[in-house]
């Protein structure tokens, strides 16, 4: 942090240049020494200073206490006062004003660094401390806001309803050659405006109409690939783990624009300023009510399909402390934030009946997950299969499963089977690594569960290398992949697969890592 810049205030002359060579032999700055209040004043109007050092007895009308009042009301500027001598009385109306420190002539240039130190430190403190009491306030006024903007739009609404319907209604009666015709007309498109300025407070309440559309989030992700990779410094990478053939999502296109935007952005700040990198992941998943009560954050959320959209970065990562706060309105790690920020992005996913969810660790980036209600009857998962149910890819070879649950095992291998693979599979680690022990020669990919009883995922991994150094490993996990993959070294595994995942999904990962 550069040095300060200081002021001086002294009426004996030598005294006042000693102090500004002590000054700037400690590397401040330093203003004119000034000998009168009054010139002090007129040259703050037009001066930036951090610090004032103040004789209190000056020549003039006005001593070194009123002036530094007149300092502190006026400016904002913390005041030393400067004396060789003092009585009580000057010592208490010194004091009254708000010194930030006090110094008996002569003193040592030490002492004078010293006072000069704390009295910035302090001042800096109450300017951070008045930052954060003002981001608060805000933050308080916002959701208040937020509240109060959603009562009104509806109430609001309701009232533009019979507006409407009767305006309708008299159009309806009145002869079209009547003159008023065109006033009721006029009425009408007033009367719609209000109504899409009423949407428009709905969706900043977290609660609004938007107007949605069909749209595959693959295909709208890859249109705003060289939008976001403009928007990114050279030193911050932007990667793609796109996943195609998803099922449908109900959005409105500029809204989700706005959101991609906005996480990008929040992605970027993380990365703060160092070379890092961002991936954009698509994929969906089937969620059941276990996985969706700790992600409602107020909102009922049903069980299903659901196609997520992921931002991962490289950055400084978070506790659990912050991640806790991040959906407040206005909450920085920062204090300057871009873009929509997490608060109100949150407010246009619950608009669509999405949510959002954040995995991070200090030291170990961030992922946000935005979770978007998949289309009734709109999986394009179906049409990866030929007329007649066949699959439209067919693997070959044969893929070990591993998982100790005996429902995910069934469901995964019939998937598996669909697309032509011969399926062996595992309850545990042990019989895991028997099984590959006979069937090595023909076993193409692992599909192995992190946690399981007995043998971990990370020991039978061990085991698998030992015996086959390069087969390819999918790691199945309910865990993030950030929190499941911490004990495995990058390059260790051919990809993840978190639980529950759906046939489009493990199809797609297997067969990613199979082409690679």
């Known amino acids: 942090?550069?040095?300060?810049?200081?002021?001086?205030?002294?009426?004996?002359?030598?005294?006042?240049?000693?102090?500004?060579?002590?000054?700037?032999?400690?590397?401040?700055?330093?203003?004119?020494?000034?000998?009168?209040?009054?010139?002090?004043?007129?040259?703050?109007?037009?001066?930036?200073?951090?610090?004032?050092?103040?004789?209190?007895?000056?020549?003039?009308?006005?001593?070194?206490?009123?002036?530094?009042?007149?300092?502190?009301?006026?400016?904002?500027?913390?005041?030393?006062?400067?004396?060789?001598?003092?009585?009580?009385?000057?010592?208490?109306?010194?004091?009254?004003?708000?010194?930030?420190?006090?110094?008996?002539?002569?003193?040592?240039?030490?002492?004078?660094?010293?006072?000069?130190?704390?009295?910035?430190?302090?001042?800096?403190?109450?300017?951070?401390?008045?930052?954060?009491?003002?981001?608060?306030?805000r933050a308080q006024k916002y959701e208040s806001l937020r509240v109060m903007a959603g009562g009104v739009a509806h109430q609001f609404n309701n009232s533009l309803h019979a507006v409407l319907g009767n305006i309708s209604f008299a159009l309806e009666d009145i002869p079209r050659e009547s003159p008023s015709r065109h006033s009721l007309m006029e009425a009408e498109k007033s009367a719609w405006k209000?109504?899409?300025?009423?949407?428009?407070?709905?969706?900043?309440?977290?609660?609004?109409?938007?107007?949605?559309?069909?749209?595959?989030?693959?295909?709208?992700?890859?249109?705003?690939?060289?939008?976001?990779?403009?928007?990114?410094?050279?030193?911050?990478?932007?990667?793609?783990?796109?996943?195609h053939m998803l099922p449908l999502i109900k959005a409105d296109p500029g809204q989700l624009k706005q959101i991609v935007i906005a996480l990008i952005l929040n992605a970027m700040e993380a990365i703060d300023g160092k070379s890092g990198i961002i991936t954009v992941r698509t994929s969906y998943m089937e969620c059941d009510t276990d996985y969706l009560v700790p992600l409602r954050l107020g909102e009922f959320l049903e069980e299903g399909t659901y196609v997520t959209l992921e931002i991962a970065d490289t950055g400084v990562g978070m506790d659990s402390d912050t991640?806790?706060?991040?959906?407040?309105?206005?909450?920085?790690?920062?204090?300057?934030?871009?873009?929509?920020?997490?608060?109100?992005?949150?407010?246009?996913?619950?608009?669509?009946?999405?949510?959002?969810?954040?995995?991070?660790?200090?030291?170990?980036?961030?992922?946000?997950?935005?979770l978007f209600p998949a289309c009734q009857g709109e999986h394009h998962e179906d049409n990866i299969l030929r007329a007649g149910g066949s699959p439209a890819w067919q693997g070959s070879g044969t893929i070990l499963l591993v998982d100790d649950e005996e429902a995910?095992?069934?469901?995964?291998?019939?998937?598996?089977?669909?697309?032509?693979?011969?399926?062996?599979?595992?309850?545990?680690?042990?019989?895991?690594?028997?099984?590959?022990?006979?069937?090595?020669e023909e076993i193409v990919c692992i599909l192995l569960d992190h946690t399981m009883p007995g043998m971990s995922g990370e020991q039978v991994f061990q085991e698998i290398r030992r015996i086959l150094p390069d087969v390819k490993v999918v790691l199945c996990s309910g865990y993030s992949e950030e929190e499941a993959t911490l004990n495995f070294q990058k390059g260790d595994l051919a990809g993840f697969l978190q639980k529950?995942?759906?046939?489009?999904?493990?199809?797609?990962?297997?067969?990613?890592?199979?082409?690679?």
């Open 1 to 137: 942090m550069d040095k300060a810049k200081i002021m001086i205030v002294e009426d004996e002359g030598l005294v006042g240049l000693d102090i500004q060579n002590s000054l700037q032999d400690l590397g401040y700055s330093t203003t004119s020494v000034f000998s009168r209040a009054g010139d002090a004043l007129e040259c703050l109007e037009n001066e930036s200073v951090d610090l004032v050092l103040m004789d209190i007895h000056l020549m003039g009308d006005m001593d070194g206490i009123d002036a530094a009042k007149e300092i502190n009301e006026r400016f904002s500027i913390p005041v030393i006062f400067l004396t060789a001598f003092a009585n009580s009385e000057v010592i208490q109306r010194a004091r009254s004003v708000g010194a930030s420190g006090y110094l008996l002539k002569p003193f040592k240039t030490k002492e004078l660094e010293a006072m000069v130190e704390v009295a910035l430190y302090k001042h800096r403190a109450d300017l951070d401390r008045g930052i954060l009491e003002k981001r608060l306030q």
């Open 194 to 243: 209000a109504a899409e300025l009423s949407k428009q407070m709905l969706a900043f309440s977290g609660h609004g109409f938007v107007k949605t559309t069909e749209l595959d989030i693959t295909a709208f992700i890859g249109q705003l690939k060289h939008l976001l990779k403009a928007m990114l410094p050279p030193h911050v990478v932007l990667e793609f783990d796109l996943t």
């Open 323 to 370: 991640i806790q706060k991040v959906f407040d309105p206005f909450f920085s790690t920062k204090f300057a934030g871009r873009g929509l920020g997490l608060p109100a992005s949150l407010g246009l996913v619950q608009a669509h009946h999405g949510t959002i969810s954040i995995s991070s660790k200090p030291g170990q980036g961030s992922t946000v997950k935005v």
């Open 408 to 440: 995910v095992r069934t469901i995964s291998k019939t998937m598996l089977e669909r697309f032509g693979f011969k399926v062996l599979t595992a309850e545990n680690g042990t019989e895991a690594v028997k099984i590959l022990n006979r069937n090595s």
């Open 500 to 516: 529950p995942y759906g046939f489009a999904n493990m199809a797609n990962k297997i067969r990613k890592v199979l082409e690679s």
